[in-house]
Each structure stands twice: as structure tokens, then as C-alpha cells.
């Protein structure tokens, strides 16, 4: 599994997009993207996942790069409920070793 | 539909104790995990199984013994507890090699 670069923590305000960035540059043709966030005393909870192209569920957007060395994750309007720690992973296709890095601080003000 | 289901919440063991973390899920999943974060930390894998039967060490497996009798159910047991274990600890599952991963709420455990 590659190993992923994320900011230590982002801020952002009540109700406006967050763009999350993760740099992946080791990642091979065959590894998938994976997200999930951690809100305060709670255990991880998935958000998406992709290869290449762009993905989109209910939650988020993922917006991987051309060249796939780096993902953005999208939260369309930020609410203080996603104030978490957010976890980018790079996951080969066995996927059975995954460890979480430091991941990035999202900090939502009202 | 409950998910992963971990009991205990809390423990505190004395050093030298033993103990067994429980971990169920009823969403038929295939792969089982069993992770560890430290304060302010990531997580770290300690054990995984990928089928009743069959289980493989992670990154920490010190310590630590698992076994998978049945789908559903996958414990972790601690023998000789040391303070080094003290952690919250996580447990996960999920159905097929490249779907997301499922948490368990957690057990948090000091060793004293």
C-alpha cells in the first residue's frame, strides 16, 4: 500500500465546500482510494472510495487526479457535524493490511 | 441491522491480567479486523481474518491472539496485560476485497 501525505488540520466555515487533500505519489496502478472519518470518541466510519475515475455518494465527492498521485475528498457544505479527523488510504486489491496515518483535522467554525 | 458490535466499552486490568475483547458483526462479512489507537494517534492493524478459520498477523501482534470459529464472530484475547496495551482498540469488518470497511464503537482499555 502506498503511503499517503494529508495537512495536519483545515478549517473551514459552516455551510461552504471543504476540499480535503491527500498526495498518494508512490501509488500503484492498482491501488484504490480510500476515505473515512473519525468523529470525536467514535470509531472510524467509511466515507468513499475510488480508483480513477471521480466518485460520488451522499456523503462526498472524490475527485482523483489524471496522473493519480494525488485525491481531493469534497464535502459540499461543511456542518459542524463533520468537524472529525479525516483518513486518506491508499488500499491494494488483497486490501487486507490498512493503517490509518495521522489523517487531517477538520475544524468546522459557525 | 447492528453492524460490528464490541463489548466491552471500558476496562481496567491490572498488570498480568488476562482478558478477551469481544467483536460480533451480523452483516455476513467475510474479513475481520482488529486494530489499536493510541492517544492522538492512527491506527495500527493487529490481527485479520479473511474467513472462519483462517487469521494472519498485522503490524502489532505482540501480545495478542485471535481466533474465528464462526462468520460472525471474532475475539481478541490479551494474556499477561502490560501498560503498553493500554489503547483503544477497534474492530472491523467487511464483506469483499475492495467494499469499505465497518468500525465497531470501540474498547477502551487501561492496563494499570
Known amino acids: 500500500d502506498a503511503k499517503t501525505t494529508q495537512p495536519n488540520s483545515m478549517e473551514s466555515n459552516e455551510e461552504e465546500p471543504v476540499h480535503l487533500p491527500c498526495n498518494h505519489s508512490?501509488?500503484?496502478?492498482?491501488?484504490?482510494i480510500h476515505w473515512y472519518r473519525q468523529l470525536p470518541s467514535q470509531g472510524p466510519e467509511y466515507v468513499i472510495h475510488?480508483?480513477?475515475s471521480n466518485v460520488n455518494n451522499r456523503m462526498a465527492s472524490l475527485a482523483i487526479a489524471e496522473d493519480r498521485k494525488s485525491s481531493t475528498l469534497i464535502l459540499h457544505r461543511a456542518t459542524l457535524r463533520d468537524a472529525a479527523v479525516y483518513y486518506c488510504?491508499?488500499?491494494?486489491?488483497?486490501?487486507?493490511?490498512?493503517?490509518f496515518g495521522g489523517g487531517t483535522r477538520l475544524m468546522v467554525k459557525p | 441491522n447492528a453492524g460490528v458490535t464490541q463489548t466491552p466499552k471500558f476496562r481496567i486490568l491490572k498488570i498480568g491480567q488476562s482478558m478477551t475483547l469481544q467483536c460480533t458483526q451480523d452483516m455476513n462479512h467475510n474479513y475481520m479486523y482488529w486494530y489499536r489507537q493510541d492517544p492522538g494517534m492512527g491506527l495500527k492493524l493487529i490481527y485479520y481474518?479473511?474467513?472462519?478459520?483462517?487469521?494472519d498477523k498485522g503490524e502489532v501482534p505482540n501480545g495478542y491472539n485471535v481466533s474465528r470459529s464462526t462468520t460472525e464472530d471474532f475475539p481478541l484475547r490479551l494474556e499477561l496485560a502490560a501498560p503498553s496495551q493500554t489503547s483503544v482498540y477497534f474492530c472491523?469488518?467487511?464483506?469483499?476485497?475492495?467494499?469499505?470497511?465497518?468500525f465497531g464503537s470501540g474498547t477502551r482499555l487501561t492496563v494499570v
Open positions: 475510488g480508483l480513477t
Open positions: 508512490t501509488i500503484s496502478g492498482t491501488d484504490y
Open positions: 481474518s479473511v474467513g472462519a478459520g483462517i487469521t
Open positions: 488510504i491508499s488500499l491494494n486489491n488483497a486490501g487486507n493490511m490498512l493503517t
Open positions: 472491523a469488518s467487511r464483506d469483499r476485497v475492495l467494499s469499505g470497511y465497518t
